[in-house]
Nanobody, 123 residues
Framework: VQLQASGGGLVQAGDSLRLSCAASGRTFSNYGMGWFRQAPGKEREFVASISGGGLRTYYADSVKGRFTISRDNAKNTVYLQMNSLKPEDTAVYYC?????????????????WGQGTQVTVSS
């Protein structure tokens, strides 16, 4: 499966952004999806995950209550709605797919990765 992330940009603290990740190549609903992020000088970290059918979601504590992951299987797209953005949310955001179809929080749980989209939050 090929993944293409988009929607990043430069915003101010408190603003919102919605990231999209378009998938192609296989039956999208078979894949659990996740968002990760990597800030300069830091390791890539888990942000959110959603199961193949979209019924289950899971979030990192740092984004819980501010970010929402969702998917539209008819459009082969997963979204990350980011509200109340903070400067510490600044990072390159990556979408990823796992063929097991469920929730996964570890990098090793994902076989397919998009190219990343930059999110910069100014204070």
């Amino acid at each position: 499966v090929q993944l293409q992330a988009s929607g990043g940009g430069l915003v101010q603290a408190g603003d919102s952004l919605r990231l999209s990740c378009a998938a192609s190549g296989r039956t999208f609903s078979n894949y659990g999806m996740g968002w990760f992020r990597q800030a300069p000088g830091k390791e890539r970290e888990f942000v959110a995950s959603i199961s193949g059918g979209g019924l289950r979601t899971y979030y990192a504590d740092s984004v819980k209550g501010r970010f929402t992951i969702s998917r539209d299987n008819a459009k082969n797209t997963v979204y990350l709605q980011m509200n109340s953005l903070k400067p510490e949310d600044t990072a390159v955001y990556y979408c990823a797919a796992n063929s097991r179809g469920g929730i996964a929080t570890m990098i090793q749980g994902y076989s397919y990765w998009g190219q990343g989209t930059q999110v910069t939050v100014s204070s």
